[in-house]
């Protein structure tokens, strides 16, 4: 079953340079499918990201999550959608200083009038889920990076969405941290069967995904399937990033 079809979609930036950041993008994912995208800086991954995200607006195709036109809804009914079935993760966590690591964690449940007693079980449940159980009455910045990134997965999951969207999640961590926030995706992925996409620089990040999609100068270059080694996959996505050119290939952000 499909989960998400993008239409031709593109995108024009119209400030005092006009810039086509996205062209014509058309591709499905289905649902249970982890994917990746990659691409120079610059090609156009956030601004894909964010169209699907309906943090911003495309000016040409569509977006099709679940059979519905996000960008079709009225506000309040787009806030709502954005809110039920969108779980976002962010390079630099977006967590809120003012909160505890637990009150982040129920935040999306807060904003749906959920019962306290049924967000702090919830909450309790993913922490001991993500090893984050220990920290849930800490600050954010009381907390390692990988635990705020997983305080965030948490944050995006606790609503149990459709589409999970992440922005370069390990672009701020180191190695260790960013293997543990990949498998702890992976391990949402075939839990909860979430369909998730992943905007990433990073190829062994990459490599944990069931397809990746690579885009340069704001079209589909090409998409690779995994298969059954992820070792084989990490090699491929390397070729493909050398045959992309740009700073995509950046020996800094390849982590072996
Ligand atoms: P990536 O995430 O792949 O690095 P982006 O989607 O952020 O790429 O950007 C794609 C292109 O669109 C870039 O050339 C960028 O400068 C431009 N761009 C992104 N956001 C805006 C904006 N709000 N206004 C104008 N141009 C933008
Ligand atoms: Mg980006």
Redo the contacts with the bound molecule.
């Keep these: 079953m499909e989960l998400l079809r993008t239409t031709h979609l593109g995108k024009i ?1 119209s ?1 005092q340079v006009v ?1 086509r ?2 062209g014509d993008i058309s591709f499905s994912v289905e649902k249970g499918e982890f994917v990746g995208i990659m ?10 990201l ?1 169209l699907i995200a309906t943090i911003d607006n495309p000016t040409s195709g569509e977006v099709l999550i679940d059979g519905q036109n996000p960008h079709q809804l009225g506000h309040n009914a787009l806030a709502r959608f954005r809110r039920q079935q969108l779980g976002f993760i962010f390079q630099d966590y977006n967590l809120l200083n003012t909160l505890t690591i637990l009150e982040n964690i129920v935040l999306p449940l807060t904003l749906e009038g959920e019962k306290v007693r049924t967000m702090e079980e919830k909450a309790h449940r993913i922490a001991d889920r993500l090893g984050i159980a220990s920290i849930l009455n800490k600050w954010p910045y009381e907390v390692s990076g990988g635990q705020a990134q997983r305080t965030a997965i948490a944050r995006a999951i606790i609503h149990e969405p459709k589409l999970l969207l992440a ?1 370069e999640p390990t672009g701020n961590l180191d190695s260790k941290s960013s293997r543990d926030v990949m498998e702890t995706l992976t391990a949402i992925n075939r839990a909860d069967g979430a369909t998730m996409l992943l ?1 990433t620089h990073d190829a062994l990040a990459a490599s944990y995904c069931h397809r990746v999609l690579f ?1 340069k100068d ?1 079209e589909l270059y090409n998409e690779i399937h995994r298969g059954d080694s992820q070792q084989a996959f990490f090699q491929k996505i390397i070729d493909v990033l050398s045959l992309l050119g740009g700073n995509a290939h950046d020996l800094s952000t390849i982590r072996v």
Aim: without cysteine; glycine residues 24%; hydrophobic residues 25%.
């Design positions: 930036y400030g810039h950041a996205l691409g120079p800086s610059g090609s156009g991954k956030t601004t894909l964010q922005d905007v885009i704001g």
